[in-house]
Nanobody
Framework: VQLQASGGGLVQAGGSLRLSCAAS????????MDWYRQAPGKRREWVAT???????NYADSVKGRFTISRDNAKNTVYLQMNSLKFEDTAVYYCKAYSVSYRSDYWGQGTLVTVSS
């Protein structure tokens, strides 16, 4: 199982970034995909989820600003982040949950830095 996250970078407050996470085909269609983030000195926190059927859910802190989506043809999940705030600065991780194996699989993180 491989998860490859990308798209992080430095952006000014109010700007936008799109993160991508490419997953191996078997895991991508077997459960749901999440984005998490971990800010310096803080615990990792859940950001958003998308199911195989496309149902989405968001943390209150990002609702209305972030959009999670998936491209099944590319086995890729995205996180479009708009109206970024300084407090969105974190390492962002994608996670896949396999229904078949009842297991979580984590990708490596991608750093998002929002300058105020």
């Amino acid at each position: 199982v491989q998860l490859q996250a990308s798209g992080g970078g430095l952006v000014q407050a109010g700007g936008s970034l799109r993160l991508s996470c490419a997953a191996s085909g078997s895991i991508f269609s077997d459960g749901y995909m999440d984005w998490y983030r971990q800010a310096p000195g803080k615990r990792r926190e859940w950001v958003a989820t998308i199911t195989v059927g496309g149902t989405t859910n968001y943390a209150d802190s990002v609702k209305g600003r972030f959009t999670i989506s998936r491209d099944n043809a590319k086995n890729t999940v995205y996180l479009q982040m708009n109206s970024l705030k300084f407090e969105d600065t974190a390492v962002y991780y994608c996670k896949a949950y396999s229904v078949s194996y009842r297991s979580d699989y984590w990708g490596q993180g991608t750093l998002v830095t929002v300058s105020s």
